[in-house]
T-cell receptor
Framework: KQEVTQIPAALSVPEGENLVLNCSFT??????LQWFRQDPGKGLTSLLL???SQREQTSGRLNASLDKSSGRSTLYIAASQPGDSATYLC?????????WGAGTKLIIKP | EPEVTQTPSHQVTQMGQEVILRCVPI?????FYWYRQILGQKVEFLVS????????KSEIFDDQFSVERPDGSNFTLKIRSTKLEDSAMYFC????????????FGPGTRLLVL
């Protein structure tokens, strides 16, 4: 059974820092991995989707990498801003539908 | 930019009552989904829907749950007899052509069962 883990559970950094969020999964037989952002009491915003055949995807200040064989993905946020404060979720698409991590709650201090 | 919408944003109901949660997926999308997130817990998949039938469903999606696309735009989730443990945020999502593409989520319906 696929398990998705995100470390750390929470992270607080000063504005301007580059940071890395981690996602690991137990079953490497995946179709894709998606990173989402969730603001308090709000919906889920898709940030990046990496297909299983890809190694990374970039969107603006965000870069996501995928190492399927080791069951890991990272989300790199460059030059963090207070507006980046949110919970970041990764979700893995395998034979079953999206299996989700518990998220990393990110706080960017001005 | 097209978006998924959901109504109502909040719903309070008594245990044992039926509730219907409504979603309008993005208009040219073919796959539709329901997920739920119990407060403080992970997001959980409930069901996917394609070509007017259920494509996949999880163990959570038992006989108390049903989905329907009553017309060309709405996608509904019905809970026949709500239980306290059904209290959660329910998210609808859609994807364009396949279920391996980016899924776009609505803002959610917060359901509270008393």
């Amino acid at each position: 059974k696929q398990e998705v883990t995100q470390i750390p559970a929470a992270l607080s950094v000063p504005e301007g820092e580059n940071l890395v969020l981690n996602c690991s999964f137990t079953d490497s037989a995946i179709y894709n991995l998606q990173w989402f952002r969730q603001d308090p009491g709000k919906g889920l915003t898709s940030l990046l989707l990496i297909q299983s055949s890809q190694r990374e995807q970039t969107s603006g200040r965000l870069n996501a990498s995928l190492d399927k064989s080791s069951g890991r993905s990272t989300l790199y946020i460059a030059a963090s801003q207070p507006g980046d404060s949110a919970t970041y979720l990764c979700a893995v698409r395998g034979n079953y539908q999206l299996i989700w991590g518990a998220g990393t709650k990110l706080i960017i201090k001005p | 930019e097209p978006e998924v919408t959901q109504t109502p944003s909040h719903q309070v109901t008594q245990m044992g009552q039926e509730v219907i949660l409504r979603c309008v997926p993005i208009s040219n999308h073919l796959y539709f989904y329901w997920y739920r997130q119990i407060l403080g817990q992970k997001v959980e998949f409930l069901v996917s829907f394609y070509n007017n039938e259920i494509s996949e469903k999880s163990e959570i999606f038992d006989d108390q749950f049903s989905v329907e696309r009553p017309d060309g735009s709405n996608f509904t989730l019905k809970i026949r007899s709500t239980k306290l443990e059904d209290s959660a945020m329910y998210f609808c999502a859609s994807s364009e052509v396949t279920d391996q593409e980016t899924q776009y989520f609505g803002p959610g319906t917060r359901l509270l069962v008393l």
